[in-house]
Nanobody, 121 residues
Framework: VQLQASGGGLVQAGGSLRLSCAASPTFSGYVISWFRQAPGKERVFLAGIRGGTINYADSVKGRFTISRDGLNSAVYLQMNSLKPEDTAVYYC??????????????????WGQGTEVTVSS
């Protein structure tokens, strides 16, 4: 599976962005998750989806929404009420972790190249 993340950019605090993760040929059967990595920090889990099952990190619940298209070819991350601390490179990843392990980076086989999000204050 090849993943292509896009949609990052510069936004003011309080604004919104929608990230996209395009999968080729398909992500059918995989969990697709979003992670982010801020400068000097570890890559952390944000949200994951497989079919109708969704898991969010507590830090983004209520602000970020993960969704997918009906063709199993794209996953989206809608990010609202952005804060300067959301500044990071955002990555999508594909794997087959159990629900309780969605947040474990080592459970993912494929990674997109990352898209940079900068939130100005």
């Amino acid at each position: 599976v090849q993943l292509q993340a896009s949609g990052g950019g510069l936004v003011q605090a309080g604004g919104s962005l929608r990230l996209s993760c395009a999968a080729s040929p398909t992500f059918s059967g995989y969990v697709i998750s979003w992670f982010r990595q801020a400068p000097g920090k570890e890559r952390v889990f944000l949200a994951g989806i497989r079919g109708g099952t969704i898991n969010y990190a507590d830090s983004v619940k209520g602000r970020f929404t993960i969704s997918r298209d009906g063709l199993n070819s794209a996953v989206y991350l809608q990010m609202n009420s952005l804060k300067p601390e959301d500044t990071a490179v955002y990555y999508c990843a594909a794997g087959r972790p159990a629900y309780s392990a969605y947040d474990q980076r080592g459970r993912y086989y494929y990674w997109g190249q990352g898209t940079e999000v900068t939130v100005s204050s």
